[in-house]
C-alpha cells in the first residue's frame, strides 16, 4: 500500500538540527536537478521585490515572515517533513502517537507530494517554508505542470499494489498514479437525501482514515479489501472508474 498524502500550510519550526542536504533527501537521483531549480527561483522570488513576491506567491501582507524563511531556505534548520507539517490533516494523523510499528510501516508507506520537494518521505528532513502548487514561479511557470514532468519516473517505480491518495485537485496535478489500482479519498456530508463536499472536516477525516490505515495488522492490497478495513469505522461508497484512465473513488460518507 502506498498512501499519498498533500503536505500542509502550516509548518512548525525546528530548534535544532542541521540545513538542507539535498543528497539525503528521498529520490535525489531524479529530482535534485528540478528541485534545486525551484529552490533557486523561490529564493530570488522571496528576496526580491515585497509586494511583487507576496502576490506571485499569494500571501498577505500578514504572512510578510513567509518570505524571510522562503529566502533562508538553504540555510535553515531542517526536521522530519512528517513534523514539519502540522496542518489539520496531520494533525488527526498525529505521528507522534503512533506505534512503532505502525510507524515503521509509515516510512515506507506514505509519500508526500510537496510544491518545493516534488516527493518526499516521512522522515526526509526539510526546513519550513510556504509554497503551493498553485503558484507559478518565473521562468518555471505552474508547479504542478512543472513537476508533472520529474515525478512519474521515480513515483511510477514505487512498487505497491494499492495506492490510496489523499491529495487535493491541485496536487494530483503533479503525479496522476496508475488508476488500476488507485483510489482516491473523497470526503462527504450527508444530510437527508442530500451529499455536500466539506473541506477542513475532508482534510481532518483523510488524516484519521490515514491513521487507521497504518494501525492495521496487515495493509489491505486491493480495492476490496481497502473497503471492508474502512467500513468497520466508516460509511464507505466505492465509485468504480468510468473509464481506463479514472481512478476508483472511496467516498467516505459523514453525517451532518
Known sequence: MLIVLPPSEAKSLPTSGMSLAPASLSFANELTIPRAEVWKRLISVASGPKNRALSTLGLTTGLADELIRNSNLRSALCGPAIKIYVGVLYGALDWATLSTVAKKRGESELLIVSALFGALRPLDRIPAYRL????????????????????????????????????????????????????????????GATRSVVSHMAKFTRGQITRSLLSLPKSPKNIGELSSALGMDYQIDVIEPKSAREPYFLDVILQA
Open 132 to 191: 503551493s502548487m498553485q503558484v507559478k514561479l518565473p521562468k518555471i511557470g505552474p508547479l504542478g505542470s512543472y513537476w508533472k514532468k520529474y515525478l512519474a519516473q521515480p513515483l511510477d517505480a514505487v512498487e505497491s499494489e494499492l495506492i490510496v491518495d489523499m491529495r487535493s485537485q491541485t496536487y494530483l496535478r503533479a503525479w496522476a498514479p496508475n488508476p488500476a489500482h488507485t483510489a482516491h479519498v473523497r470526503v462527504f456530508t450527508e444530510k
